[in-house]
């Protein structure tokens, strides 16, 4: 019987081809988007995910309260001291700290401005933190105060209209270094354009002595406990009351669950604008399928009076525009798994391939039952009206 009802339907749509297409248009438009952004929210949130999982679950992190980054006059450096605070405490391995600030880069008479990181050469810790290799050329070395190792973007002969080389000479705020290698892609534009420089360069060229941006600790054992251990003793050295603390130490989980946290809030708002073309779409099935009950009236009063019961006509309205809602939500999934293939591509030409997109199988199925469910809703009222039609008062319809 079922069956008889989607062959009667899908007769009855491919009767009104131009209609059902126009119908559908809401249908296809909305899942569509629907799709394309749940599938590159997930795809950004595992990339996340597997950034988190290469620097492992065994660090902390340590910055100013304030914009991440550079320190401003507003925020409160980490210094030397509470670097060696963190290394006294029990339960961490090792520590390292980072000096980030912003640097112009002049090169072929071209001026970019970009983030500048200084580091203490050949340090195990950092050199785990950011295991990323050199694509060209070598690290930076203990003593190599003269030299600058830069991320992927510089690579880009566009950048500076001219490709830089290994053993280029650059300036970094109007004082010369010699290029010694480059980065492999981090994934996104902004780190791709940052320069290397060691710590203690960093230091004489911003006239910041002993002060970090950005600090990193190794523990063994319990993060979040050792985490807190570390807070205490910050927060005593630098005499701070409990809540007025001027700085963060966070977790890869928190910061994960952060990440997650945000990307979240992001697609339900994003799709929740999308899921105004389905309202639109069901609006579209409810007035094609009360035009198609008026239309065939008549045909409705000659199935009852042959023997069609009320749930007959029922099920063949539900199961039309269930169809219409199905066949939409198909080309809704091709359209958004297109457009998403397009955005991952374009992004990554742009220098973020850290966006990517997933497509996992309970997202296509789900997708196209959701898209049947909102077409029967949409044509209930129109088939609940058709199935209490009077056959006599049916067959008498003109």
Known sequence: MIG??????????????????????????GMAAVVSLISLGQGLESSINEQFESIGVDKLFIQPKGIFGAPTTEVNPLTT?????????????????LSIEAAKVEFNDVVRYVTLIGFVAEDPLIEEVYSYDIVEGGKLLKGEKSKVVLGNAFLDEDLFERQIRIRDKI??????????GF???????PDDQTVYLPYEVVEELYDVPDEYGFLIA????????????????LRKSRDLEEGNEDFNVQTPKELLESFNAILNILQIFLVGIAAISLVVGGIGI???MYTSVLERTKEIGIMKSI????????????????????????????????????????????GYSIIKISFPLNLIVGTLVFAFIVGSLSGAVPAHKASKLKPVDALRYE
Request: aromatic letters at 8%; zero cysteines.
């Open 81 to 97: 001291k509470d670097l060696k605070v963190i290394e006294s405490t029990s339960g961490v391995v090792d520590a390292a700290g």
């Open 286 to 288: 409810m007035n094609t």
């Open 307 to 350: 023997g069609a019961t009320n749930n007959d006509i029922l099920g063949i309205f539900l199961v039309e525009s269930g169809i219409l809602g199905f066949i939409g939500g198909g080309i809704g999934v091709l359209l958004g798994v297109g457009f998403s293939k397009l955005v991952e591509v374009g992004a990554a030409n742009a």
């Open 218 to 233: 190794k523990v063994d054992g319990d993060a979040e406990a050792i985490g807190g251990k570390i807070e205490r003793k």
């Open 171 to 180: 300036l970094i705020n109007d004082i010369e270094y010699k290029v010694k």
């Open 183 to 189: 980065y492999e892609t981090f994934g996104n534009a």
């Open 4 to 29: 008889d009802y989607f062959r009667y339907g899908i007769s009855n749509l491919r009767q009104q081809k131009l209609r059902s297409w126009l119908t559908m248009m809401g249908i296809f438009i």
